[in-house]
């Protein structure tokens, strides 16, 4: 494992783990934490050491977060977006590193960064595009999320208001907004979660299968929100399907 980084920001940073195998994806991971200052993409460590152990090449991504010591929006959608564009720098620099299947996956927060990123992945600056993206718990429906005051007031921290008075930047940064992404969709939730509910996954589901995209969705009886990202637990084995099917 290497770190690199996207940007002269201390947190424009990232962990890469190269492949151990050939025709192996990219797997570009998004940590969660509400946007939050301090969360970082140590909580997705032991997660990336995992994939890579299954001869996947890893980008843990680390980004500006909002909070006290942090960097209000956009920050957080320009480092995602910067992440990636870097990437074709970073195989020059890695000459192991492919960029033919590049697959984003993201747990709670960091899972609306991955679709949001999914949603603009003509403009990543990627040679193929992006092949699929996957959310653990991902809260893609941010003016449901701010009504249910997730977080709670994380959305309105994150995007600098309420949807009254910043209704632009919940159209523009919402997933569901986004639909069709035009991207096969994988979504994992656990069914004991109490941090992003469940349902939010189903509804945002049902909307994209109706706006023409491909989705699988998954329920995970007796797993909460956390255990979504923890190798060792029943999750690990689905977000291996998934990436075999990416």
Do not use: K
């Amino acid at each position: 494992m290497h770190t690199f980084a996207y940007g002269p920001h201390p947190d424009q940073v990232g962990d890469l783990y190269v492949a151990a195998a050939a025709n192996a994806p990219l797997v570009c991971l998004l940590h969660g934490g509400f946007w939050r200052m301090p969360y970082g993409r140590d909580q997705l460590d032991a997660l990336a050491s995992a994939l890579a152990v299954t001869g996947c090449a890893v980008w843990n991504i680390g980004y500006r977060r909002v909070g006290p010591g942090g960097t209000p929006w956009p920050a957080t959608l320009e480092d995602v977006r910067a992440a990636l564009a870097a990437l074709p720098d970073l195989q020059c620099r890695v000459q192991a590193l492919a960029l033919s299947r590049v697959v984003l996956l993201g747990h709670s927060a960091g899972g609306h960064l991955a679709f949001y990123a999914a949603a603009r992945a003509r403009q990543s600056g990627l040679p193929h595009g992006v092949a699929a993206v996957i959310g653990l718990a991902p809260m893609l429906d941010l003016d449901a999320a701010h009504r249910q005051d997730l977080g709670p007031n994380a959305v309105a921290n994150f995007l600098g208001g309420s949807p009254e008075a910043v209704p632009e930047r919940y159209r523009d940064a919402s997933p569901i907004d986004q639909l069709p992404l035009g991207v096969p969709q994988w979504i994992l939730h656990g069914a004991e979660d109490t941090v992003v509910p469940p349902g939010m996954s189903r509804s945002y589901a049902e909307a994209a299968r109706a706006a023409g995209d491909s989705v699988t969705h998954d329920e995970l009886h007796g797993m909460d929100h956390m255990g979504l990202i923890d190798p060792t637990s029943a999750a690990f084995p689905l977000i291996r399907r998934y990436l075999s099917a990416a």
